[in-house]
């Protein structure tokens, strides 16, 4: 009892400058709604957020919807081609809009009172505000949201006054097409049939901290002891973790195409594993075998409730390889699912306060330094150091 108390009472130590220096964030920091609620202003209606990609924004009226953690947002290609966010609510009563995705014919028009929108969201028309007194229809346009597109995908961000989304993410575009050429034609595969071979990507309702999974997907010191399959595909020795600003790449290359993961032909065009994490919650990855990108967005329900999100982008037409899919989708996932929802558990420990990170000086295939860069943005944003 008393080691208890003695941990309950613990200093705080800082997220330090340097990783072989410096603590973990708090477990408190993991469950803490004040603290979750704070992570919304600061952190998530601030960044830039992937919305989906231009293959569903091609023709005039088509639409994609997203929601920002609790903030539902629609990007629309208007009849001049421009593409347009908005704050995804009526300004009238705040009803929703849109929905999925789709084309609109003319005007967005709410469901519960038909005020309608043209596609650059102006107000067209309210019902019966001809009668109400000094009501003016340039009052109440649609809010907007900004927009951006990189490599085809497209990103929305709730702060006017954010830095640009090229100024956020660096060069790390660049450095993805060089490693994957060609990856801008790639397309969303959207197969229903095939859905479970691939396609669009949705968990939810999963129990751990949204940090938890970032901070898993940025180190490989779980590999070994967690994901034997996945280090029986992947050359270790070759697995490196660089720093960039706001994003980060760990990069590696195939072992062996006779793996316990799924077999990788010899032909193959992709040998590489290599996985980009754009700050603060989005991963880009792809796995030997055949061209293709994943787009994975870690989104936060609340302290304590996470989903994820994202596209399978592969060759137009071609759809993912499904020994991959399976391999991905019924191994490795659920093997961090696991993992994810034992940390959180311990977080809430009174046995636990601050872990150390494990930052070796030739930053090896096992060094911690991506999480510490992640906790240290972290810190960063909630004002904490």
Sequence with gaps: MAEAMRLDAWDERPVAADPEQSFTLSGRHYSDPAVFGAE????????????????DL?????????????????????????????HNVCRHRA????????????????????????????????????????????????????????????FVNLDPDAVSLAEQAGDMFTDILADLPGVESLRPWRDPAAAAAGGEVRRGGMAFNWKVLCDN???????????????????????RTTL??????????????????YPVDEGAPNKLG????????????????????????????????????????????????????AYGRGV???EDQGICEAVHRGLKSRGYHQGRFIVDEGRSEISEHGVHHFQRLYAQAMGLV
């Design 217 to 239: 997907c940025l180190e490989c010191y779980h590999c070994e002891p967690a994901h034997p399959a996945f280090c029986d595909l992947i050359d270790m020795d070759s697995y």
């Design 274 to 325: 290599n996985f980009w994490f754009l700050w603060p919650n989005i991963s880009f990855g792809c796995m030997p075998g055949q061209a293709s990108l994943g787009v994975f967005v870690i989104d936060p329900v609340d302290a304590e409730t996470t989903q994820t999100r994202g596209d399978i982008l592969t060759v137009p037409g071609q759809a993912p390889d499904p020994r991959r899919s």
């Design 332 to 334: 490795l996932w659920p």
């Design 95 to 154: 009803h929703e809009l849109l929905r999925g995705r789709g084309n609109l014919k003319a005007v967005i028009t709410c469901p519960y009172h038909a005020w309608a929108y043209g596609l650059d969201g102006a107000l067209r028309s309210a019902r019966n505000c001809k009668n109400v007194k000094g009501f003016d229809k340039a009052d109440f346009s649609l809010s907007p949201v900004r927009v951006d597109v990189a490599l085809g995908m497209v």
């Design 244 to 261: 960039h600003g706001h994003w980060s790449v760990a990069k590696s290359r195939l072992l062996r195409g006779d793996n316990a993961a």
């Design 40 to 55: 919304k202003e600061r952190i998530f209606y601030r960044s830039w957020q992937y919305a989906g990609h231009v293959a």
């Design 58 to 86: 091609e023709q005039p009226g088509d639409y994609i919807t997203v929601s920002i953690v609790d903030q539902p947002v629609a990007v629309v290609r208007g009849r001049d081609g421009v593409l347009r966010g908005f």
